[in-house]
């Protein structure tokens, strides 16, 4: 049995599966601001999970950030309280056991891979389109790993194919940098985006639906930003050639993306033919809970 986990909303989530995937429990518990209390959260959480199916497990855990492969703590993460903290091995302390733990557009990438959307595909991009920005390659089942975890963060990439005049200038990122690919893919960034033509400061579903009955504004503030997603998934077609491309968070949810995003890229691709395909996730938010259990495959 392998449990896998999800820190970074207001919940931490659990998943257990069986060794092919077919989930076995569902739990979730009110995620505190603060990291004693979120370790000592998933130690209860998994001590309930296996008192209840009768078996020890392997856990994994997708989290925002990623560890360090030089000193083992949390670094690059959304969350403050976590920025820092050796979460890995106080979770093995804790739980008397090696703990596998990744950051979560890993996970999700990792899940799509295995069983989701991009199954059977022999590399997968995953890429998450929410709060924040992130994405990873799966080649064959497995994560490719970087010499430097960092590396690995997409959305803290510089944006390619940059037109100041229509993009405006370059915002600056909580990673410290500026033009992360994260400013102008984020959900925020679009809604921003869409305040700045005229429209409103909305979810993405809202804007969608908005451009679908007829505002100007925010049709144009979608069809730059499919632009944006275009660009930066060139960049990742030139270089890895993956065989799907699936999306994950808020704004995965706009259909509208999977044919007009393909279109685009075609103008930013080294080469003229692209065999890539756009897919929507196949477990939603439960996908990067998922490839935290998967991370023991």
């Known amino acids: 049995m392998r449990i896998g986990l999800r820190l970074g909303g207001p919940e931490i989530e659990l998943l257990a599966l069986t060794e092919n995937g077919r989930e076995l429990l569902r739990q979730r518990a009110p995620a505190p601001a603060d990291y004693d209390a979120v370790v000592a959260a998933v130690v209860q959480l998994v001590a309930a999970a296996e008192a209840e199916l009768g ?30 903290r050796k979460l890995k091995s106080d979770l093995q302390q804790k739980l008397a056991r090696e703990v596998r733990v990744a950051n979560d557009a890993n996970c999700f990438a990792l899940s799509e891979a295995v069983d989701g959307a991009a199954r059977r595909a022999a590399c997968v991009f995953g890429v998450l389109l929410g709060t924040g920005v992130g994405g990873a390659i799966v080649a064959r089942g497995h994560l490719r790993h970087d010499l430097d975890a960092s590396t690995r963060e997409w959305g803290h990439r510089p944006m390619p194919f940059v037109r100041a005049a229509e993009d405006g200038p370059a915002q600056a990122c909580y990673c410290g940098h500026r033009g992360c690919i994260e400013t102008y893919l984020s959900a925020g960034a679009l809604a921003r985006d869409c305040a700045g033509r005229g429209g409103a400061e909305l979810e993405p579903d809202a804007i969608a639906a908005r451009a679908a009955s007829g505002d100007t504004a925010c049709e144009a503030s979608l069809a730059h930003y499919e632009d944006l997603l275009a660009r930066a998934f060139a960049q990742v077609i030139n270089i890895v050639q993956p065989d799907v491309i699936v999306l994950g968070g808020r704004i995965a949810e706009l259909d509208r993306l999977y044919a007009n995003v393909p279109k685009l890229w075609q103008h930013y691709v080294f080469s003229g033919r692209v065999s890539t395909r756009l897919e929507k996730n196949l477990h939603g938010v439960a996908s990067r809970t998922r490839g935290a259990a998967w991370l023991w495959d």
């Open 55 to 84: 078996s020890p497990a392997c856990v994994g855990v997708a989290t925002p950030g990623a560890v360090s492969p030089l000193s083992g703590a949390m670094e690059r993460s959304s969350l403050p309280w976590l920025e820092g």
